[in-house]
């Protein structure tokens, strides 16, 4: 009896001593397992190297997206690493220019009229930002960022195994006329004069030996030797996400919008659970304005969509180099699933339905310059560029919000510039001196 006694009591003690547990599991044991030093939101190139270089410092890091890592902006890019890429992709100020987008005549831009209300004012802000003396402006700040770029990606794909991707000899911009080859060179010798960029003109004579299956009605091209390409831009940026969790860092699905203030930090939900820490970082692409407007601070942050499509050869047409067509803004170039071409920019508003209109004007004009054969995809793949109207990054602590950082508004250049902006704004978190001065990319910088 007295043996049943001590057991039943034994029984309910070892009850509650099980449901205190459960709750101290609940609440991390009183020190909270979940806890890491800084969320990243978003685990696009931007994302990922930016939480890579936050664990290169020491911090515990959570990189947090709803998809698997790469899979959205990040994931169907042209893949060139751009070292060249210091003037920005002005508004064209040329009536011509102007008068073929609004027409729907243009390849290289097209409007979603249907959008234009919602994204005049920031067309707006575009073309004031796109004076002479902005550009100048722009393109001084992004020197020391596009000259970090190839570095800091040659770092990280030797540690991730991914340089098996990447692959040398630059890029071409094919001209079909002499005249617009004249106009474009002249450009050049400026800016290899300010900035130090190099480039070499390649006659009919040096294409034709460089690259046979090319079109002979070209009439040059201006061969970029800096640049870098890769094989796919999204499998690299899985590389990079791959290493951050051999080396510690812990990928979490979840939704960024389940961003919340807790005491002096953040909590976001993850698949598993809460995950709480200090700092956040906004590294969340086109989707960044979003969640700083869910938070009191509204940023100009626009896109310019793009499509891509795979296709193979024809025959046993090679091409050796990816190429630009200058004129209409399209890039063609060799991808693991085929011959990728990426589109220029369309206006809209991110969440529009595709429309047809861009890859319908490039592709028969890519076709003439090189002999693409069927299409390897069902439809088109749409990406937005996001894009602050001075076309720089946002890098930075959000003000008014402390623990928030920002790093997103890589335009046409976050395959380009992810990994050195990461590093510049983990540099920024934990105190180091940056490698340069941030205050041209800085959240609250006076814009347009
Ligand atoms: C057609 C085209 C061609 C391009 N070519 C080049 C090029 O050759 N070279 C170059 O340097 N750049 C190029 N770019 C630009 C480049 O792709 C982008 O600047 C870059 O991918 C942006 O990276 P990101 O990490 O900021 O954004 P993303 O890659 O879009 O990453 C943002 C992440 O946030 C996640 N996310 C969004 N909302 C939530 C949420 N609520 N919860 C959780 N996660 C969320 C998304 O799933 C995504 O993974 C091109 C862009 C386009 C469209």
């Not at 099980?18 to 890491?36: E, L, P, Q, R, Y």
């Not at 800016?191 to 040096?206: N, P, Q, S």
């Amino acid at each position: 009896m007295q043996d049943t006694a001590k057991v039943h009591k034994l029984g309910m003690a070892d009850n509650e001593a099980v449901a205190k547990i459960d709750a101290m599991a609940d609440k991390g044991f009183g020190f909270d397992m979940t806890d890491v030093d800084v969320i990243v939101l978003g685990a696009g190139m931007v994302g990922i190297a930016t939480a890579l270089h936050l664990l290169d410092r020491g911090k515990t890091v959570a990189l947090i997206d709803r998809r698997e890592p790469a899979e959205e902006t990040s994931f169907g890019n042209a893949g060139l690493i751009q070292s060249e890429a210091v003037i920005p992709y002005a508004f064209p100020h040329d009536p011509a220019a102007i008068l073929a987008v609004l027409t729907g005549q243009s390849t290289a831009a097209s409007l979603q009229w249907k959008a234009l209300p919602a994204i005049a004012p920031w067309l707006m802000a575009y073309a004031r930002q796109s004076s002479k003396s902005a550009i100048a402006k722009t393109a001084a700040a992004n020197v020391p960022l596009v000259r970090r770029a190839f570095p800091e990606h040659h770092a990280l794909m030797e540690r991730a195994d991914a340089l098996k991707f990447l692959h040398e000899g630059g890029y071409l911009r094919l001209y079909r006329t002499d005249a617009e080859l004249e106009r474009s060179l002249k450009l050049d010798e400026v800016v290899r004069e300010r900035y130090g960029v190099a480039f070499e003109v390649w006659d009919k004579a040096r294409l034709r030996a460089e690259e046979p299956f090319l079109s002979d009605t070209i009439a040059g091209a201006i061969h970029m030797p800096e640049p870098k390409s890769v094989d796919d831009p999204s499998d690299v940026g899985k590389a990079y996400a791959a290493l951050f969790q051999r080396e510690g860092g812990r990928f979490i699905k979840g939704d960024a919008t389940t961003l919340r203030r807790e005491g002096a930090g953040w909590q976001v939900t993850g698949e598993d659970g809460p995950v709480r820490a200090k700092d956040v970082v906004v590294a969340l692409g086109p989707w960044s304005g979003d969640l700083l407007k869910a938070n009191g601070v509204d940023v100009p942050l626009g896109v310019k969509r793009g499509y891509h499509m795979h296709y193979a050869a024809e025959g046993d047409a090679v091409l050796n180099h990816p190429f630009v067509d200058e004129a209409n803004g399209f890039v063609v170039g060799p991808n693991k699933r085929g011959y990728r071409l990426t589109t220029g920019a369309e206006f809209s508003n991110r969440d529009a339905p595709p429309s047809p209109v861009q890859l319908d004007h490039a592709e028969p004009k890519a076709r003439a310059l090189f002999p693409l054969g069927k299409r390897l995809q069902d439809k088109p793949w749409l990406g937005s560029r996001p894009s602050l109207p001075d076309l720089l990054p946002m890098i930075g602590p959000v003000p008014g919000v402390p623990g928030m950082w920002a790093n997103f508004g890589h335009h046409h250049l976050g395959f380009t510039l992810g990994p050195a902006t990461g590093r510049l704004l983990a540099e920024m978190i934990t105190g180091e001196a940056p490698f340069t001065d941030p205050a041209p990319y800085a959240v609250d910088r006076v814009i347009g």
